[in-house]
């Protein structure tokens, strides 16, 4: 490796990370690739957060682990991030640019430069302790990982439960270590760090049920919390993914979830919302009736907060699907039958009447708060907590702490799923990049891959590896059959199980085969290639090996996941699978990339607020952007919004980003027009505009907005009263003086036009509105009436609070149902407005001097036209799809483009400004390189044998076969993404995609009818 020599400037082009969660992770790898280097700081022994402990995400079902152990492998083998686990900050000097960091790390008894992680003393030390990973269900050992694919996959020896420390006898591990790693006389080291940037990003603490003794957790075995059941379902977990009762080991019939518990309880418990709960319990509820069809799940809930995207489209595929009943009721007390172990679980009805049900099993769904020494934390690091204990954030500002140069990201900042965790970490890289951009480059070191070694002219030796991965595979495949199945195939030298193939340890060890075998193609039969293909590639790549002499079996999604409880046929599968890819791997050949180089601007289409954000933030970065604005002015629909829900001012917030924009000399505005044609691909795209102007540009960022929904229901007379407005229509005249009278009434009506078919999503905005306006009227005059007729409020994490005040001032919450809506009634210029109450049992007749609509958002009418422009796709209700919902959130498919704000799906103001910090840091990671390495699965086209029929012309998505000026067709490779419709429909074969050739497909059907023979 070789240390870039660029002089010094007087900002420092390093970041200091506090944590080591995904969204930590996502910060690292965005800074790292785009030119810093990075120094995490983790607490714990491992980095991964708590997402190494949850069996399967929302709403994709992709197993956590596999989704995210990639992730921590590249962080782990970066050559600028390097890792300080089981760290911690003590002081924090300097000032934005130049920070000092010093960092304490405890001894960890183990040299982790001789630690191989085999795993050896783990096994022979004789001390069992309570396992804090498998949360209590089973127990680990004294020295130990923190799990199976623990990055760094170094020990450690729990100094408390060491018996050699805590008797003076044993040392065992000493004893068994064949690297001797194991330094009973390991101290403490202080680091100093000078760094540029400091990133918060210390995850989360979790609500401790015992507290709550009346639901039973401590004292009733069979109630668990919810991160206990993601261990239970878990193919890695103490019960290897069989849904166990830990009192006696039976299955449950019966398993039902306590919503809420330790949030939204302004007496016992944290009084905000935790904002995962509702979609993890119905997540569970889906993969536990996944994993036993005999299980009957039910949901007790207050309010179904499935907020996001797809998420009400999810809660319905459960109810429908899978049978998982919804039940609105809070549980006050969980009793148990001495006699069976089961619960007795005491609830009212609708009507009032009290019920009591027997479950096997119950899950209580825990929240999220900050760590118990977030005090301390906060003081540290020298920035202002807010009542709640998370770090001080404002709405215009969501990732800057009170502290300059000091950027706090995840859970700290608030309540919040995966996605919005990784697309924060984007976000904080964005900012950091902006404040550091002029230092970019000159800390880093540029890793040096050993020579490729040519292999032309060698017979095929092709090395297997059949992962367990855990028991995902091993539970309904025979991996060591497969593997003797498959060891004597031709051109196969090498062949072997591995636990878990894309641990670090199992990563190097796929390095040292490679070299000691003399390997020349490998094949890894485990899980999905959309997130493992890249790893493996690099690891061979790393052992010398052109990348692209690597296969994928997939014998998890395509065989043990679909065929679970037939071990038979799956393993017959399974050696069929793998034998058609060692077919195939022998006609491998290395292919070469290309680089392109990238032009340092950006395009930006979209004006409104996610526009101009993401437009200011890669300015600061260093990179010229032009903002492509259909209106005559920028602002977007923020320009008809005057207030937040904490009262912050929009409309100076709007004025001031526009005078920012206009001023800044990196930025460039076309407004009054749009897009006309681009061409081009990553790095290098040339677009054209209807007013005629033209430019270059290296990244695009669709941030095209959304619309407000007008009502159509002729059930709430829309249109035949003046006194029959929207929310937004309210806040104006709140905001420009027109305020309400006493005595006066205002009726609002929720969701109007949403959460059901064909618009069967919610737009997260609508709730916190009514409550905005519902706040500002009874604020102005206690007198006026205010009730809000609702499905679910669903003011989530912080905004709770809101919810609270709202119903302090005396605002009414009347809830009713879609098949019972409300029914508008005029009598000349008197409304009056009837709904059911399921409190009451009695229908409700409201007078109303205002009837107030809550309207929804809508995607851009263009976004249809852009979708096509860009070759990028859309969900069922017109919003952009991204990449990859919990891992690239606003990435595209499509290298170099990205996405953000209403475009990508509702969202608050505070939401879409994050989301356009993380889009720009993601266009900045392209920008900041000279050149990029293209893609080398693409298709080739043989011209000699081309016949220029046109059809290839016709039906590429992404243009990149073109008619040269002599009238035949040609093949821009850069362009091309190796989809292979070309490949599939040119009749004289003169497109192939590398690595997908003719002879490869045969060679694969040929060796599974031999398989079948």
Request: proline share 5%.
């Amino acid at each position: 490796m070789s240390e870039n020599t660029s002089p010094q400037t007087h900002k420092r082009g390093s970041v200091v990370i506090v944590g080591g969660g995904i969204g930590a992770m996502q910060s690292a790898l965005d800074l790292a690739d785009s030119g810093f280097k990075v120094h995490m700081v983790e607490r714990n022994s491992s980095i991964g957060g708590t997402m190494v402990m949850l069996d399967k995400t929302f709403p994709t079902g992709d197993c956590a682990m596999c989704m995210i152990s990639p992730k921590m492998v590249e962080v782990g083998r970066h050559m600028n991030i390097d890792i300080h686990t089981l760290a911690e900050v003590v002081s924090v000097e300097g000032e934005p640019g130049d920070f000092k960091v010093t960092v304490k790390v405890p001894p960890r008894y183990v040299d982790p430069d001789k630690c191989t992680g085999c795993g050896i003393c783990e096994q022979k030390c004789p001390k069992k302790v309570t396992s804090e990973y498998e949360q209590g269900l089973t127990t680990r050992k004294a020295i130990f990982s923190l799990f199976p694919q623990a990055v760094p996959n170094t020990r450690v020896i729990d100094r408390e439960n060491c018996l050699y420390f805590q008797k003076g006898k044993c040392r065992a591990c000493e004893k068994f270590c064949p690297s001797h790693a194991i330094n009973y006389e390991d101290t403490e080291k202080i680091l100093e760090l000078n760094v540029g940037a400091v990133i918060l990003a210390p995850g989360l603490d979790r609500y401790n049920p015992r507290v709550r003794g009346e639901l039973g957790f401590g004292r009733w075995p069979n109630v668990v919390t919810s991160v206990q059941f993601e261990r239970i379902l878990s193919a890695s977990g103490p019960y290897k993914g069989e849904i166990k009762r830990p009192s006696d080991g039976h299955h449950p019939g019966k398993v039902a979830w306590i919503q809420c518990v330790g949030s939204r309880d302004q007496h016992n418990a944290n009084p905000w919302c935790s904002s995962v709960c509702c979609m993890y319990a119905t997540k569970q509820a889906i993969i536990a009736k996944e994993h036993d069809g005999n299980i009957e799940p039910t949901i007790f809930y207050m309010e179904m907060r499935a907020f996001g995207k797809d998420f009400d489209r999810y809660v319905d595929r459960a109810k429908n699907q899978y049978n998982v009943r919804y039940q609105r009721a809070m549980i006050s007390a969980v009793r148990e039958d001495p006699a069976t172990g089961s619960l007795i679980l005491r609830y009212a009805n609708e009507d009032g009447t009290l019920v009591d049900e027997v479950f096997d099993l119950v899950v209580l769904s825990i929240g999220f708060q900050p760590h118990a020494d977030v005090g301390d934390f906060a003081r540290t690091f020298g920035i202002e907590l807010n009542e709640h204990r998370f770090a001080r954030t404002t709405q215009f500002e969501p990732v800057n702490t009170s502290r300059p140069g000091m950027y706090v990201t995840g859970i700290f900042q608030g309540p919040k799923d995966i996605p919005e965790t990784v697309m924060q970490g984007s976000a904080v890289a964005g900012a950091a990049m902006s404040l550091l951009g002029e230092a970019r480059g000159t800390e880093i070191v540029h890793k040096e891959l050993p020579p490729e070694r040519d292999v032309t002219g060698e017979e095929p030796r092709i090395g297997v590896f059949v992962c367990h991965c855990g028991i995902n595979i091993a539970q309904t495949i025979d991996v060591q059959k497969v593997v003797e199945a498959v060891k004597d195939q031709p051109g196969v030298v090498y062949a072997s199980n591995t636990l878990y193939a894309c641990a670090q340890d199992q990563q190097e060890k796929i390095k040292e085969l490679v070299r000691e075998h003399n390997l020349n193609r490998v094949v890894v039969a485990s899980c999905t290639p959309r997130t493992h293909n890249p790893l493996f590639m690099d690891t061979i790549r790393d052992a010398g090996l052109n990348k692209y002499l690597f296969e994928l079996a997939d014998i998890r999604e395509q065989c043990s996941w679909c065929h679970m409880g037939r071990k038979e046929e799956a393993t017959r599968k399974a050696i069929e699978i793998v034998k058609m890819n060692i077919a195939k791997a022998r006609l491998l050949q290395p292919v070469k990339t290309d680089s392109v180089s990238v032009t340092p601007a950006a395009m930006v289409i979209g004006g409104g607020v996610a526009g101009m954000t993401a437009a200011l933030s890669l300015a600061d970065q260093g990179f010229d952007v032009h903002i492509v604005e259909q209106q005559a002015e920028l602002g977007g629909l923020a320009r008809n919004v005057y207030r937040t829900l904490d009262g912050s001012d929009v409309q100076a917030f709007v004025k001031m980003t526009v005078e920012k924009v206009g001023k800044h000399p990196r930025i460039h505005v076309h407004t009054g027009t749009e897009v006309k044609s681009t061409d081009g691909f990553v790095g290098n795209f040339s677009t054209k505009l209807a007013d005629g102007t033209a430019f270059e540009h290296g990244a695009i960022i669709l941030a095209t907005g959304g619309t407000e929904y007008q009502p159509t229901e002729s059930d709430y007379r829309w249109g035949q009263s003046d006194h029959i407005i929207t929310q937004r229509t309210l806040e104006k005249r709140l905001a420009t003086g027109d305020g309400p009278k006493a005595g006066e009434r205002y009726v609002m009506i929720q969701c109007v036009g949403s959460r059901e078919e064909p618009v069967n999503y919610c737009s997260r905005i609508c709730c916190q509105d009514a409550i905005k306006n519902a706040i500002a009227i009874k604020e102005k005059n206690p007198r006026a009436q205010v009730v809000i007729l609702y499905r679910d409020i669903r003011t989530y994490g912080l905004r709770e609070d809101y919810y609270f005040k709202a119903r302090e001032l005396g605002v009414v919450f009347v809830r009713f149902m879609p098949e019972r809506k409300p029914e508008v009634e005029m009598a000349g210029n008197k409304l009056k407005v009837r709904v059911y109450d399921y409190m009451l049992n009695r229908d409700l007749v409201l007078d109303a001097d205002w009837l107030v609509l809550s309207t929804g958002l809508r995607p851009h009418p263009d976004t249809h036209k852009v979708g096509e422009m860009f070759k990028v796709t859309r969900n069922i209700d017109e919003y952009f799809l991204e990449a990859h919902v919990k891992l690239r959130p606003v990435d595209f498919p499509s290298e170099g483009l990205f996405v953000c704000g209403l475009a990508h799906a509702p969202k608050n103001l505070d939401e879409t400004i994050t989301q356009a910090l993380a889009a720009a840091g993601r266009a900045g990671v392209v920008l900041s390189h000279d050149k990029l390495a293209v893609s080398g699965i693409i298709a080739k086209h043989n011209p000699d044998i081309c016949m220029s029929c046109l059809t290839c012309f016709r039906v590429c998505p992404y243009g990149s076969p073109y008619i040269d000026e002599d009238g035949k067709v040609r093949h821009n490779e850069v362009k091309c993404m190796g989809c292979g419709i070309c490949a599939g429909v040119c009749p004289a074969k003169a497109f192939q995609v590398n690595n997908f050739r003719d002879e490869q497909i045969l060679a694969m059907i040929d060796a599974l009818a031999d398989a079948r023979a």
